[in-house]
């Protein structure tokens, strides 16, 4: 099993930048992939990245593709989203999640582990 830590969310004026990090602990050596989601206040929880274990597959919901990058350091156990010209219907609270079979599918429910989210604020 692995547990997952988000951090790095906050407070951000509109058309600012964060980097959310994600910190894997546990069964971290075998191979998985992450996604990043994110729910807002009143609705659903929304895919926004994944990517798989090597780095090299991701997947972008098409409201965050060019604004959102995602990237992984196995040596790290560390996943990151890094999140350019934010906008006030960005504010969230984003999650982390992890895939035990490396598929970075944007499907909730091909998620087995999640973090306790993150608060990212976006000021217009």
């Known amino acids: 099993q692995v547990q997952l830590v988000e951090s790095g969310g906050g407070l951000v004026q509109a058309g600012g930048s964060l980097r959310l990090s994600c910190a894997a602990s546990?069964?971290?050596?075998?191979?998985?992939?992450v996604a990043w989601f994110r729910q807002a206040p009143g609705k659903a929880r929304q895919f926004l990245a994944a990517v798989g274990w090597s780095g090299e597959a991701t997947a972008y919901a098409d409201s965050v593709k060019g604004r959102f990058t995602i990237s992984r350091d196995n040596a790290k156990n560390a996943v990151y989203l890094r999140m350019n010209s934010l906008r006030a219907d960005d504010t969230a609270v984003y999650y982390c999640?992890?895939?035990?079979?490396?598929?970075?599918?944007?499907?909730?429910?091909?998620?087995?582990?999640w973090g306790q989210g993150t608060q990212v604020t976006v000021s217009s």
């Open positions: 999640a992890v895939n035990y079979s490396n598929r970075a599918s944007h499907l909730e429910a091909d998620y087995h582990s």
């Open positions: 546990g069964r971290t050596s075998s191979g998985y992939a």
